[in-house]
Every structure is written in C-alpha cells, then in structure tokens.
C-alpha cells in the first residue's frame, strides 16, 4: 500500500476509483487515500461488507461492479487509476 501511495503521489494521480471499500482490504486503502487529500469514489455491493467501513469522504455507489448500470454512474466521472479490490474472500 505505501508503495501504491508513493507512485500515486509521484504521477500526480487524483481521482481513484477503489472497488471493495466496504471490504477489509479495501476500506483501509480508501481510508489512506481520503487521509491524503486524494478523490475516492468507491463501488460496493455490500455482500460481504459494512456500509459503515467506508470513510465518510469517499463517494459511495453502491452495487456490483459487473452491472452495467453501475458502471453507467461511472460515465461522467474522470479516474487517474482504479484499484478492483472488490471480490470473493
Ligand atoms: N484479506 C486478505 O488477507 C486477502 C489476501 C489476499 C487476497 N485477498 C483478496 O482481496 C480481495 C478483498 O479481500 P477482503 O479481505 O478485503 O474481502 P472483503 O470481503 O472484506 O471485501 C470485499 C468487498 O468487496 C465487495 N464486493 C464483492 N463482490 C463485489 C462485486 N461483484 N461488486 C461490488 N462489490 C463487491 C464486498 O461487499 C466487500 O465489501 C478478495 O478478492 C480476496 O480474495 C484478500
């Protein structure tokens, strides 16, 4: 994750879009990112995480990343990277 932090800050990459933010690995890493000013839009279904593990700062679109219809809230928004952390423990 510091490694993730420091290219992210060397590329000048703003806007993350991290799948999974209500999940273990990826509420921490949403977190981090939100600690240091980057944008953070997250998208989660809930099917194994807590609505309440994602910080406060982060955008939350809630559903499953292989909706089309999801992905379509995406169509407006611009992402310097993507980390897909959203998946089956
Ligand atoms: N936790 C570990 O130690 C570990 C180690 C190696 C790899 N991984 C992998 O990392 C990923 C995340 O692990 P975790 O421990 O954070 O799991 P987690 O279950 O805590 O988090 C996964 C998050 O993804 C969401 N999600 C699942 N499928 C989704 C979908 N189709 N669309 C949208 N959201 C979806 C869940 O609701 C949950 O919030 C998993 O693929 C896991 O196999 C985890």
Known sequence: MTQCLYIFKKLNLVNILVTGAAGFIGSVLASNLSRDNYDVVTIDNLSTGYEENIPSSVEF?????????????????????????????
């Open 61 to 89: 679109i809630r559903g499953d990343c292989h909706d089309p219809a999801i992905i379509a809230k995406l169509r407006n928004k611009r992402f310097d990277a993507i980390i897909h952390i959203a998946g089956q423990s």
